[in-house]
């Protein structure tokens, strides 16, 4: 069973389109992040869920909405889509075991927008 | 903004010898965290020390965490091909603010 899940894997898109990119834990976790990974690697956190509830919105453009209809998913949504937002972005979750082991990623997606 | 910075950035090895990497930080945390990423594959967590805590070890692996000088070593000991691969340094800031905050990552080549 895949612990947390990412759909789709790889998305390309024209800019200037709407598109969605949606996870799924089945770890029982209360917390749930989108982090962006660009293409040096560099990997920062956008946003974090904790019980369907907003706790962590870093600068990101509003563009980014992310949205939460129960624990254990957490979606994003980008509007109007700009080259800039080629990337891959990763969900992942913590629990209340997170201060021994950590986060759980999902394998990512790979937004390409041309 | 950036928490971890790691070094080296890249390094190669023979397969069977020692791979150290060091991973540098800014603010006082609860834990550090080491993760590892396979090319086009999603983050793994290997192993996480705590603040009060100066070195753990799981299997191969040797961590080492020295808060006075805000600094870790993430050491693999024996290496194998299958080790290739990014690794993260990532900290849990004292503030709590529930978010880990990671480096740039040391490319690992494991050489045959």
């Known amino acids: 069973d895949t612990a947390v899940s990412q759909t789709p894997k790889y998305l390309v898109t024209q800019m200037g389109n709407d598109k969605s990119i949606k996870c799924e834990q089945n770890l029982g976790h209360d917390t749930m992040y989108w982090y962006k990974q660009d293409s040096k690697k560099f990997l920062k956190i956008m946003f974090s869920?904790?019980?369907?509830?907003?706790?962590i919105n870093e600068t990101v453009p509003n563009r980014f909405s992310p949205k939460s209809p129960d624990k254990a998913h957490l979606n994003l949504h980008i509007n109007s889509l700009e080259l800039g937002d080629s990337a891959v972005y990763f969900c992942a979750s913590s629990g209340r075991d997170r201060p021994n082991y950590g986060y759980t990623f999902g394998s990512g997606t790979r937004l390409t927008v041309v | 903004s950036q928490q971890g910075e790691e070094d080296p950035q890249a390094l190669s090895i023979q397969e069977g010898e020692n791979a150290t990497m060091n991973c540098s930080y800014k603010?006082?945390?609860?834990?550090l965290q080491w993760y590892r990423q396979n090319s086009g594959r999603g983050l793994v967590h290997l192993i996480l020390?705590?603040?009060?805590?100066r070195e753990k070890h799981s299997g191969r692996l040797r961590v080492t965490l020295d808060t006075s000088k805000k600094s870790s070593s993430l050491l693999i000991t024996a290496s194998r091909a299958a080790d290739t691969a990014s690794y993260f340094c990532?900290?849990?800031?004292?503030?709590?603010?529930?978010?880990?905050?990671f480096g740039k990552g040391t490319r690992l080549h494991i050489l045959p």
């Open positions: 990532a900290t849990e800031r004292m503030n709590r603010d529930d978010k880990i905050i």
């Open positions: 869920y904790n019980n369907k509830e907003l706790i």
């Open positions: 020390i705590r603040s009060n805590e």
């Open positions: 603010t006082s945390i609860n834990n």
